[in-house]
């Protein structure tokens, strides 16, 4: 068959080659488009209208600030009721001891083995001063934690430390080991068991009853991961299911709004609940959520869908309105789900779930926090390039938003059951003055979490008091379960800028701590600056170089314009090589219909073509300035060809849409790291001489990333060179000499050269080649290193 006959057959093919990621796409209008509009904005873009929504007449300011006054200082005068506190004063998270607290709560529980264990302690605990902190604090709790961690740490000790610690090190340390990791597990424990209501639901309620009885209610939260498997998502529905009828049990029809609760994990019950399987998380996660609704309204009580990271708001909104509009839950308040106030988007959900509440006819209870994701939100959006991030960077712009969605909440009584889940003394009294004096049941509550919050409600909570209702975030599960949520506490309150870390140490005034969020954001130049200390996904290797550009492949909007530029890419007439009868046709590894393009495979005299071509370059002699100037260009050339040459590798290459991109992300990255190299000064024709030619031999897996690498580095260097890319790959391999020519390299400075290995033994054998920078077996390696001797 001739190619034009290949070709028309694979039309069919190409059309078809992105239709199923277009047919899952989920486009929004109204408030959802809203929503999705607000995902990453600027700050500066948003701040003016969240500071209109969040302000109060200076007369109720000046009365939260009142009120604020009072609380500090009567927790202030109950240091030791707060063991939370007075661990974050005795270990500031920057620390040494601080941060080999941190390692170990994060590590320690998941390690398997005794001697991995062990090797663990020493590293961490060894070297840090636990000592000086014994005593220091006058919670028993805290130095308990510290006595488990100074045994251990002079276990551990350097052997050339001397006097009374390496005495102590002598003596304890001949009890081995084992005694070692009593020691930390002691400390862990104690720390554990501030965070954790109880290892079972049985034993949490049970010790519920006390604070239930002072006016307390209770929210319980079954910790673990998020499920990895199939199997996880089924004992984690099975955990839940179990403490639904205890919480059950015990509820004595007090109802949604005065009895015990429970929150649910979205990611507990599915191991696939991502935007890239949105089809097959909702259609096997539903049946999960709505059963455990279900069993919760048969013993009226609350269930609440828990807020995660970012990329998963999207999916919760869906499976809460699906939720809201389920015939056997009407007539039921008990849907409840958590906004987090850090988020950019927060707002615009409020007023969402403000109107499905409406046209659903319930009231949906709705937990405001500000949030507990705040460090990966940040790192991941820097390391994947996103144009912004999803949350706040200053915590006094989370503040403003906190109060904005709460005014809104307060403003929607029929539609919402406000849940303001906070430990700051200003937040508290503001939300307080800002509800008014008036307060009837179920109007509104606030939340705390368990072992941290008594020092402040208990001069809210109960009559004789403010008389408003507070509710404990309760986490139940065993110490191995605790970590991920652990390391969320400590890191949240550990952080300088935390009210919990602040208001335990004396030395911050309490005048420091009643300020209003509002007046401060208004105060910065511009409005909504974002903190100077947090650097731009885009500028995360500033000032060397620019970081690659990424695609959230979590907005609706960026997957509808991807969606497009990946259709657009099939429907090319890709080539390599040139055209020819003997050209041979490129099949999409996923597809034998879909014929992807063409490559004409190099001869001999292809070869010898290409060495005569390269040898008279003056590439090399070009200022390293020029050479880095143009790879500069050619990286912002790669980016905006980003999407399409996805879709080829995709097509290509097999790999998925993220791996692609990816790949696309890492070439980009090559390109400018070795442009910045050669950019520097010290880096001169004279003093660095090139090569001369390289052959550059790339793999199919990496097809554009290590084929770019590779070039990259030589031509920044001033050699000429020829490449070979796999010859599964040659159609981006095109593509990408392509954009480096239109960038500016010279014809002559970079050929492309497509074949099979026996192509490749040609390159390397020739006698005009001065390098090989090649990336595959070892065999084929020590092969081409035995030619070049």
């Known amino acids: 068959m001739t190619n034009n006959g290949l070709e028309a057959e694979s039309d069919a093919g190409r059309a078809k080659a992105f239709?199923?990621?277009?047919?899952?796409?989920?486009?929004?209008?109204?408030?959802?488009?809203?929503?999705?509009?607000?995902?990453?904005?600027?700050?500066?873009?948003?701040?003016?209208?969240?500071?209109?929504?969040?302000?109060?007449?200076?007369?109720?300011?000046?009365?939260?600030?009142?009120?604020?006054?009072?609380?500090?200082?009567?927790?202030?005068?109950?240091?030791?009721?707060?063991?939370?506190?007075?661990?974050?004063?005795?270990?500031?998270?920057?620390?040494?001891?601080g941060v080999a607290l941190m390692c170990l709560c994060e590590a320690l529980l998941r390690v398997p083995d005794a001697a991995t264990r062990d090797a663990l302690i020493a590293d961490k605990i060894g070297g840090a001063a636990w000592r000086k902190h014994l005593g220091h604090s006058p919670s028993p709790f805290v130095n308990a934690a510290t006595w488990g961690l100074l045994i251990t740490g002079q276990l551990v000790a350097p052997a050339d430390e001397t006097g009374l610690s390496a005495?102590?090190?002598?003596?304890?340390?001949?009890?081995?080991?084992?005694?070692?990791?009593?020691?930390?597990?002691?400390?862990?424990?104690?720390?554990?068991?501030?965070?954790?209501?109880?290892?079972?639901?049985?034993?949490?309620?049970?010790?519920?009853k006390r604070q239930e009885a002072r006016g307390y209610r209770y929210s319980y939260d079954m910790l673990g991961e998020a499920a990895a498997t199939k199997e996880d998502a089924e004992r984690y529905l099975a955990a839940y299911e179990g403490a639904l009828k205890a919480i059950g049990a015990v509820a004595g029809g007090r109802g949604v709004y005065e009895g015990p609760g429970l929150s649910v994990k979205l990611s507990a019950l599915h191991p696939r609940y991502a935007r890239s399987q949105r089809a097959r998380a909702t259609d096997e996660l539903y049946p999960r959520l709505k059963k455990l609704a279900v069993l919760a309204r048969g013993f009226d009580i609350g269930l609440n869908i828990d807020a995660e990271e970012s990329e998963r708001l999207d999916l919760s909104l869906d499976l809460l309105e699906r939720l809201c509009h389920e015939p056997e839950l009407q007539r039921w308040d008990g849907v409840g789900f958590v906004v987090q106030a850090y988020q950019k988007r927060a707002l615009a959900v409020i007023d969402w779930i403000v109107e499905l509440g409406r046209?659903?006819?319930?009231?949906?209870?709705?937990?405001?926090?500000?949030?507990?994701?705040?460090?990966?939100?940040?790192?991941?959006?820097?390391?994947?390039?996103?144009?912004?991030?999803?949350?706040?960077t200053r915590k006094i712009h989370t503040d403003v938003s906190y109060l904005a969605c709460a005014r809104r909440l307060l403003a929607a009584p029929d539609a919402v059951y406000p849940q303001f889940a906070t430990h700051n003394a200003m937040?508290?009294?503001?939300?307080?003055?800002?509800?008014?004096?008036?307060?009837?049941?179920?109007?509104?509550?606030?939340?705390?979490?368990?072992?941290?919050?008594?020092?402040?409600?208990?001069?809210?909570?109960?009559?004789?008091?403010?008389?408003?209702?507070?509710?404990?975030?309760?986490?139940?599960?065993?110490?191995?379960t605790l970590l991920a949520y652990l390391v969320r506490r400590l890191l949240e309150n550990g952080a300088n800028t935390s009210?919990?870390?602040?208001?335990?140490?004396?030395?911050?005034?309490?005048?420091?701590?009643?300020?209003?969020?509002?007046?401060?954001?208004?105060?910065?130049?511009?409005?909504?600056?974002?903190?100077?200390?947090?650097?731009?996904?885009?500028?995360?290797?500033?000032?060397?170089?620019?970081n690659s550009s990424g695609l959230d492949l979590s907005n609706e909007a960026r997957l509808k314009g991807?969606?497009?530029?990946?259709?657009?890419?099939?429907?090319?007439?890709?080539r390599a090589g040139g055209a020819g009868a003997s050209a041979r046709a490129i099949v999409n590894p996923a597809d034998a219909?879909?014929?992807?393009?063409?490559?004409?495979?190099?001869?001999?005299?292809?070869?010898?073509?290409?060495?005569?071509?390269?040898?008279?370059?003056?590439?090399?002699?070009?200022?390293?300035?020029?050479?880095?100037?143009?790879?500069?260009?050619?990286?912002?050339?790669?980016?905006?060809?980003?999407?399409?040459l996805a879709g080829l590798i995709c097509r290509e290459a097999g790999k998925t849409i993220p791996n692609a991109?990816?790949?696309?992300?890492?070439?980009?990255?090559?390109?400018?790291?070795?442009?910045?190299?050669?950019?520097?000064?010290?880096?001169?024709?004279?003093?660095?001489?090139?090569l001369g030619t390289v052959v550059c031999i790339s793999p199919w897996n990496f097809p554009i990333a290590i084929f770019t690498g590779q070039i990259a580095a030589a031509l920044a260097a001033g050699n000429a060179v020829i490449a070979k890319p796999a010859e599964e790959t040659p159609l981006v391999a095109q593509a990408a000499t392509d954009l480096l020519h239109g960038a500016g390299v010279p014809v002559e400075a970079l050929s492309l050269v497509i074949g099979d290995g026996a192509i490749g033994g040609l390159l390397t054998a020739h006698p005009g080649v001065s390098g090989v920078m090649f990336t595959g077996s070892s065999e084929v390696a020590r092969l081409i290193a035995a030619a070049l001797a």
């Not at 020691?183 to 290892?199: K, N, P, S, T």
């Not at 994701?373 to 949350?391: C, H, M, N, P, T």
């Not at 909570?461 to 139940?476: D, F, H, S």
């Not at 991109?661 to 024709?685: C, I, M, Q, S």
């Open 19 to 97: 239709a199923g990621f277009a047919a899952e796409l989920s486009p929004h209008d109204g408030r959802r488009a809203a929503i999705d509009a607000l995902y990453r904005a600027q700050e500066t873009e948003i701040l003016l209208g969240l500071i209109a929504a969040a302000q109060s007449p200076p007369e109720m300011v000046r009365q939260a600030q009142a009120m604020a006054r009072r609380l500090i200082a009567t927790m202030r005068e109950r240091p030791a009721a707060n063991a939370v506190q007075g661990l974050m004063r005795e270990y500031a998270i920057s620390s040494q001891e």
């Open 167 to 208: 005495a102590l090190s002598r003596l304890v340390g001949r009890a081995g080991a084992p005694v070692i990791r009593a020691g930390v597990d002691i400390a862990m424990r104690l720390l554990g068991e501030q965070f954790v209501c109880g290892e079972t639901i049985e034993a949490a309620i049970s010790q519920a």
């Open 359 to 392: 046209s659903s006819r319930r009231r949906i209870m709705l937990r405001l926090v500000k949030g507990a994701y705040w460090d990966s939100e940040i790192k991941r959006a820097q390391l994947e390039g996103l144009e912004g991030f999803s949350v706040f």
């Open 427 to 480: 937040t508290m009294a503001s939300l307080r003055v800002m509800a008014g004096e008036n307060f009837a049941h179920g109007q509104y509550e606030f939340q705390c979490l368990h072992g941290m919050g008594e020092t402040l409600y208990d001069q809210i909570v109960g009559a004789g008091r403010e008389n408003r209702p507070c509710r404990i975030y309760a986490p139940v599960g065993s110490h191995e």
């Open 499 to 546: 009210f919990v870390n602040r208001v335990s140490d004396a030395a911050t005034p309490i005048e420091a701590l009643i300020d209003d969020p509002v007046d401060a954001a208004r105060a910065l130049a511009p409005i909504g600056a974002p903190h100077p200390a947090i650097r731009a996904p885009r500028d995360l290797f500033a000032p060397a170089r620019e």
């Open 562 to 574: 991807l969606a497009k530029a990946l259709d657009k890419s099939a429907r090319e007439a890709w």
């Open 593 to 644: 219909d879909d014929v992807v393009g063409y490559a004409l495979d190099a001869g001999r005299d292809d070869v010898e073509r290409a060495f005569a071509a390269a040898a008279p370059s003056s590439w090399a002699e070009r200022a390293p300035a020029e050479r880095a100037r143009i790879l500069y260009a050619a990286a912002e050339r790669f980016e905006a060809h980003a999407e399409r």
């Open 661 to 690: 991109l990816g790949d696309v992300r890492e070439a980009v990255d090559f390109l400018r790291y070795y442009a910045t190299a050669v950019a520097n000064p010290d880096f001169a024709n004279a003093t660095h001489r090139p």
